[in-house]
Nanobody
Framework: QVQLVESGGGLVQAGGSLRLPCAAS????????MGWFRQAPGKDREFVAC????????YFPESVNGRFTISRDNARNTVYLQMNSLNAEDTGVYYC?????????????????WGQGTQVTVSS
């Protein structure tokens, strides 16, 4: 089992940047594929980014492609979401997730563990 704790959220102006770390407990972090999702009020949780277990390949939806990057540091048991050129549509609670499956995991049910989330608010 793995426990996930997100941080780094806050209020940022449109056009600004934020970096969200997600720290994982346990010694098996390197065996999980990792993902980020977000949820705006009244909307479903949506996929933001994921990074593969074996290849380290990253996947993004079109809405954030070119603005967001995802990376992982297995020595620190941490995955990062770097968000640039933020706009009001990026506002929401951002969740980190871990999966024992491979890569390219873009839907909620592919993930086994979730963090509590961190709020990101972008002011226009």
């Amino acid at each position: 089992q793995v426990q996930l704790v997100e941080s780094g959220g806050g209020l940022v102006q449109a056009g600004g940047s934020l970096r969200l770390p997600c720290a994982a407990s346990g010694r098996t972090f390197g065996t999980y594929a990792m993902g980020w999702f977000r949820q705006a009020p009244g909307k479903d949780r949506e996929f933001v980014a994921c990074i593969g277990l074996l290849t380290g390949n990253a996947y993004f939806p079109e809405s954030v492609n070119g603005r967001f990057t995802i990376s992982r540091d297995n020595a620190r048991n941490t995955v990062y979401l770097q968000m640039n050129s933020l706009n009001a549509e990026d506002t929401g609670v951002y969740y980190c997730a871990a999966s024992r499956k491979g890569e390219g995991l873009t839907i909620v049910r592919d993930y086994d563990y979730w963090g509590q989330g961190t709020q990101v608010t972008v002011s226009s």
